[in-house]
Structures are given as structure tokens and as C-alpha cells.
């Protein structure tokens, strides 16, 4: 069963086209990862699906209707976790969680169980009657999540919910999202994070200016990129070695240094390990270590699109 | 059910923001302390005059010279001196000079008036009573002009006491600075919630809570509604405060007609919300809330806020900017009705905003339908 179906789904700014015809489905129970560098249009297409922008084109079908035919139905099945914090200053914890989840028809008692729940699930339980302003950022972020799961939507969509925020926090958000799942939720999860997506998604798409270029379960994505090697090369201290150089030699696609280590994404049909070690080593470097490196998804961003999902 | 709860959350966040609680409540009751106490003596000596000295230039004949004849005996016996014109002088002059409050220039056409606007409170009970007496006698002078058999009778006064009985005024009861700044700083708060409502709609998007309100299942009308109300209500809640502050402590005079003074309020809180959304979809950016405030200064200022403009030339610079002031409208109004028992203005008022402010509500909807998100 699909919770969520997209076809032809575009939206334009003027003439700038922000989503470009993009089809996708996502089925019950799934962790949906959303992959894609700033700007590839991600915002832009959740925020259609929350109904917070006209699509110029293209249908959204939420657990079989159309999201606008049936908006009551499309908008009581979704929690939406925007990019941007969504909570009052001056409303707390607890307040805020309510309010949002009264919109969705809770009342009374369940009502203030679910707040109560929902906090306790984000770990704000003792934080209930206090305001955000005195959060810290992951707290904050916590809250923008409790906000949106009280009325236990079917399907939830999180717009990069780890943005700025410390690795603690990430990593409890992370768990979350986890949870959630396994209790029954389907989860979209937007990132440009690849470890995230890495970690907690059993299907990725790949969103680039707009469109989708790949998707398909993690393995699916690393199975396209079959040609690649990736090398990892760790450098004895004070080695000196031409990043250039070795960018020359054929059948390299792209190297990069990052703390002594280089990174080097190869052909796999070209057997260019010796020249790779015989041009550092003409340099006057002196190979610590060597290893090649499983394919991941920046590996698979990267070979798609020419780009890494970081340089932006 | 969605509505009353958006409405109570607005109210919630009003109440809990320091700067409601200080412009709304706060602010007027301490500059109605400052005001009231510091003018106390220009208001004092306005108020024991005992006379009202009006300069009558009377062209009227037949019909409508006996009309206003009997007027004038009226208002004599209630504390008004007429004196005539006399060939050469200068009416408004002479006012100008002080040594007349008001002059009345009668024709068989109608009344025109020229008021002095120095001793403001004197001039507006005067202007109120000889404009109420003038619209009935233009009226008057049309059905003769229109019926000549009719004229005799539409001069009379009507049996029941006649016009001149319903407006009498008792010169016991003029306003005192506390009455009349309590009147007029309650209408300038009424018409400050022009700012909160022009914040309605920006405060969700600057918070980002515009994204969940439009997520959840609930109609762009209903989040409309639910504002709108919070808003009226936490206006209308300062304007109550105030009101019964200024009675109970300061003492205001707020007549005997509580109810109607209040729905006069309750109409310049209706018009100011629907102003302050009206003005914030129109001019979309945040700029629209320093817009706002400037206007709503000014018409606190023009409308006699902070010190009485009393009757002001219609046709001067300060006489336009004045009878553009909901301020001023409603000030005029509630005094007229406090002080000298006449209704018609503050009926006229109420509809006026009532009206304006049904336009500038649709008009907000209409736009806010358009808008994509909130
Ligand atoms: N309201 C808007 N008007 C014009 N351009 C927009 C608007 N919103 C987003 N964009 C543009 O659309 C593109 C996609 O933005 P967005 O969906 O926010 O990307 P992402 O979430 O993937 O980082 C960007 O180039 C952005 O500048
Ligand atoms: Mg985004």
C-alpha cells in the first residue's frame, strides 16, 4: 500500500522551476530518505504536500486521494515537521504541543495525554511548562517534532529536523525517527546529511535542480555505481603529494584530501592502483595505509551528479 | 470549535506580550493621570463659564425666522447669550478675537457656523447643539423650498418638547480634563488594535507557525475567524479595563448611556482589527506594521487624543486631517451623546464603522483566499 504517491508533480517561481515533474511513491512503514543538496527543490515539494503551496502541476495522492479533492483527509494523516522552526515563544512546551494537536480535533483528557506523550517522547517531559525561548536548539527542534506527532499522523514529514543542532540532540532525534517508525509511522525524512539517510532510511531518492535522478533502496543506489572504486589512502605526516598530479592519471574521477588521508574515486575497470602509489611516492610521500572503501551514497550522489552533496 | 480555540490561543499570546499590556493598558491609563491632572485648569475655566456667547446673524424670514426665534428662547433660558449682528462687524473676527464662542450665520437656507477653537470643550458643546439644531433646520428649509405650503409646519417643533427639549444642556455637566481624556485616550486604544491585527497574519509567518496552521485540517476561514475574534476580544477587554479604571479610580464621567458608549467602542475595535488586517495583507511586507503604527499615531494625534482640537475650520489643513480620525469621529460622538443627550452622531458613527469595517473584512478575505499559505 502507498501512503504517499507523487505524479507530475512541479512547481514553478515565475520561470524558475523549483520541482521539476518529479513521480515518486512511498509505502506503508517505510523510512523514506529525501537526499539532496540545498536548493534541489525538497522544501519546495513537502511544502506542496502540505498544502502550504499550489503545485503548478502534477497530483499528490495521500493514502489513495487526492490531497486537494480530499484535503481533510490528506491534512488529518500527516504531521509535518517544517524546516524552519513552528512554535510560539511564548506559549510552552506544553501549550505549544496542545494547541497543534487541537487543531486535529484532540480534546480533554486524550488530548492532553497524547501533549503528554508526545513531550515524553522527545524527551521534554520535564520541560512541559517551560518556554522555548529558554531551549537550547535541539530542544527546540525536539519540540518542532512533538508538535507534529500528537495527533498520530499515518504519515510524518520531517524537513532536515537536524539542522544546526549538537550530535546528542541528533542522535536522540535520530533514534526518534526510528521509533516512530516502529511503532507504525511512515517517515519521510529530508536531509542533505548522506550518514543520516545512510543510517536510518530503507529507500532514498536523490533529488538534483528538481527532479529525481535515483531512487530505490540503498543497495539499488550502490548497485549503479558498480564502476567505482573508492580509495582511501592515509599519508605518513609532512608527505608532500600533488593533488593534481594524481587528478591526471586515467581512470581517476576525483580526489580529495581531507586530514592527511585522500579520498579517490577510480574507475574500478582500470587497474591504476600502481600509478596512484608510484606518483605519490615519485612526490617523496609515504603510504601509512591503504584501503578501499565500500560504495555510499555520497559516492552514488557524487558519480550522478559531478557534484559533492557538500559543495554547494 | 477550531475558531474559539485560535481565538483564545490569540488571546493567550496577546495577554502574555509585555508590549499589549503596556501600549493597551499601561500607556492610557498613566498619560490619562498625566494629561488629566496637568490640563485640570484649561479645563476648569470652560467648565464654570457660565455662558456661551453666540453672535447670531439671523437673514431668515417668515417661517424659519420664527423657528429659530423660538430656538433662541430656548437656549437662552439654558445658559446660551445671543447677541445680534451688527452691520460692519466681522464674525469670525470676532471669534477669533475670543469675544464670542461661536457665530451662527441663519438664512432661509440654513445655518452656517463658525466655531472658535480655543475654548474646545465650550466650542463642541455649542457646535453640537446649534449643528444638531442646524441639520434639522436645513432640513427644514428644504421641505419649504421644495413645498412652500409645508414650510410653517416644518419649522415648528415637533410636539413632543420639540427639538430644543431633547437637546437641552446642562451646563452642570461639562467636561472636566479627567472626563475628557478618559474619552478620548479609551477611543485611541480602541483604535490602536489596528497594530496587533496588522501582526496577526505576519507574526505566524515570521514564526513559522503559518506551516502548521495551514497543515492542519482546519479551513483558512476558520483561522480568519479565530483571529479576527482574539483580537476583538483582547481590545475590547483593554477598552473595559480602562473604562471602569478610569470610573472607579480617576473618576471619569462616562454619562448614562454605559451600553451605547460601549458598542460605539466596540465599533471602533471592529473597524481597527479589520483596518489592521485590511492594511497587513495589502501591503504584505513588515514594513506594513510601521505603516500602521505611524497612521494610527497620527489619527490619535488629529483626533484629539492628546490634547482637544475642538472645532477646527473644515476646509484647513488641520480641519481635513481631523475628520479623517476614526478618533475624532468617535470622541465627538460620545461626548455629544455624554454631555448633551444627543444620540444621532454616536448612531451615525457605529454604522459608519460598522460599514467601513465589513468592507475592509472582505476585502481581507477576499485576499487571504487568494494568498498561497496563510
Ligand atoms: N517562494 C519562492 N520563490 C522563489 N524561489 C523559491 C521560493 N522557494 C524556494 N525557491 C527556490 O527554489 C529552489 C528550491 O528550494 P528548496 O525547495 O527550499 O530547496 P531545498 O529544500 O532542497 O534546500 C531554490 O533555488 C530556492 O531558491
Ligand atoms: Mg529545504
Known amino acids: 500500500m502507498n501512503v504517499l504517491e507523487i505524479q507530475g508533480l512541479t512547481k514553478k517561481f515565475g520561470n524558475f522551476v523549483a520541482v521539476d515533474n518529479m513521480t515518486l511513491n512511498v509505502k506503508e512503514g517505510e523510512i523514506f530518505g529525501f537526499l539532496g543538496s540545498n536548493g534541489a527543490g525538497k522544501s519546495t515539494t513537502i511544502n506542496m504536500i502540505s498544502s502550504l503551496l499550489q503545485p503548478s502541476a502534477g497530483e499528490i495522492r495521500i493514502l489513495g486521494k487526492d490531497s486537494r479533492k480530499h484535503s481533510r483527509h490528506a491534512k488529518t494523516n500527516l504531521g509535518i515537521v517544517p524546516q524552519d522552526l513552528a512554535i510560539y515563544d511564548d506559549m510552552t512546551a506544553y501549550e505549544n504541543v496542545a494547541f497543534f494537536a487541537g487543531l486535529y480535533g484532540l480534546r480533554g483528557k486524550l488530548l492532553k495525554e497524547r501533549t503528554e506523550e508526545a513531550l515524553e517522547f522527545v524527551g521534554l517531559g520535564d520541560r512541559a511548562k517551560s518556554r522555548p525561548s529558554t531551549f537550547s536548539g535541539g530542544m527546540k527542534r525536539r519540540l518542532n517534532i512533538a508538535c507534529a506527532i500528537a495527533h498520530k499522523p499515518s504519515l510524518i514529514i520531517m524537513d532536515e529536523p537536524t539542522v544546526g543542532i549538537d550530535p546528542q540532540s541528533r542522535n536522540y532525534i535520530l533514534e526518534s525517527v526510528k521509533k516512530l517508525n516502529e511503532s507504525g509511522c511512515t517517515v519521510i525524512y529530508t536531509s542533505h546529511y548522506m550518514e543520516e539517510v545512510e543510517e536510518i532510511c530503507s529507500r532514498v531518492a536523490i533529488v538534483d535542480h528538481g527532479k529525481i535522478i535515483a531512487d530505490g533502496t540503498k543497495e539499488q543506489l550502490k548497485a549503479i555505481i558498480t564502476d567505482v572504486k573508492d580509495l582511501s589512502i592515509e599519508l605518513k605526516p609532512g608527505s608532500a603529494y600533488s593533488l593534481q598530479s594524481i587528478g591526471k592519471i586515467p581512470g581517476v574521477r576525483a580526489v580529495n584530501e581531507k586530514e592527511g588521508r585522500l579520498s579517490i574515486q577510480s574507475d574500478a575497470a582500470v587497474d591504476n592502483l600502481n600509478r596512484i602509489l608510484k606518483s605519490l611516492m615519485d612526490g617523496g610521500a609515504e603510504v601509512k595505509a591503504l584501503q578501499e572503501e565500500e560504495p555510499n551514497l555520497e559516492t552514488v550522489f557524487l558519480t550522478l551528479t559531478g557534484r559533492s552533496l557538500r559543495d554547494q | ?374
Open chain 2, 1 to 374: 470549535m477550531n475558531v474559539i480555540q485560535i481565538a483564545f490561543k490569540e488571546m493567550l499570546l496577546s495577554f502574555r506580550n509585555r508590549r499589549t499590556l503596556f501600549f493597551m493598558l499601561a500607556f492610557p491609563l498613566v498619560l490619562m493621570l498625566v494629561l488629566g491632572t496637568a490640563l485640570a485648569n484649561a479645563f476648569s475655566t470652560t467648565a464654570a463659564m457660565d455662558t456661551v456667547r453666540v453672535l447670531v446673524q439671523d437673514q431668515s424670514s417668515g417661517a424659519a425666522q420664527q423657528g429659530f426665534a423660538g430656538f433662541r428662547a430656548e437656549m437662552e433660558k439654558s445658559g446660551f447669550a445671543f447677541t445680534d449682528f451688527k452691520p460692519g462687524m466681522d464674525g469670525a473676527a470676532e471669534v477669533e478675537k475670543n469675544n464670542y464662542d461661536d457665530y451662527a450665520v441663519v438664512t432661509n437656507s440654513g445655518i452656517k457656523l463658525y466655531g472658535s477653537d480655543r475654548n474646545a470643550v465650550a466650542s463642541n458643546m455649542t457646535q453640537g447643539m446649534l449643528s444638531a439644531y442646524a441639520d434639522r433646520y436645513n432640513a427644514a428649509a428644504a421641505i419649504g423650498a421644495a413645498d412652500p405650503a409645508k414650510a410653517a409646519t416644518a419649522f415648528q417643533p415637533a410636539p413632543s418638547g420639540g427639538y430644543v427639549k431633547e437637546l437641552s444642556l446642562d451646563l452642570d455637566r461639562m467636561p472636566g480634563s479627567m472626563d475628557y481624556y478618559a474619552v478620548a485616550l479609551t477611543v485611541m486604544i480602541a483604535l490602536w488594535g489596528a497594530m496587533s491585527a496588522a501582526n496577526l497574519v505576519n507574526s505566524e509567518i515570521r514564526q513559522g507557525t503559518a506551516a502548521r496552521l495551514v497543515a492542519a485540517p482546519v479551513r483558512k476561514g476558520e483561522i480568519f475567524a479565530g483571529k479576527v475574534l482574539g483580537n476583538l476580544a483582547v481590545n475590547m477587554l483593554c477598552v473595559l479595563v480602562v473604562i471602569t479604571f478610569s470610573k472607579v479610580v480617576y473618576h471619569a464621567y462616562w454619562g448614562d448611556n454605559l451600553p451605547l458608549v460601549l458598542l460605539v467602542l466596540l465599533s471602533v475595535v471592529v473597524l481597527s482589527t479589520s483596518l489592521g488586517l485590511a492594511l497587513s495583507y495589502l501591503l504584505k511586507s513588515s514594513a506594513s506594521g510601521g505603516l500602521i503604527s505611524l497612521a494610527v499615531q497620527l489619527a490619535s494625534f488629529f483626533g484629539g487624543a492628546y490634547f482637544p482640537l475642538g472645532v477646527v475650520e473644515k476646509n484647513s489643513l488641520l480641519g481635513i486631517a481631523a475628520s479623517l480620525s476614526p478618533i475624532r469621529w468617535a470622541n465627538m460622538a460620545l461626548n455629544n451623546m455624554i454631555y448633551l443627550g444627543d444620540s444621532t452622531q454616536v448612531i451615525q458613527t457605529i454604522g459608519l464603522n460598522a460599514g467601513l469595517a465589513a468592507l475592509l473584512l472582505a476585502a481581507s478575505a477576499y485576499m487571504m483566499s487568494k494568498r498561497e499559505g496563510l
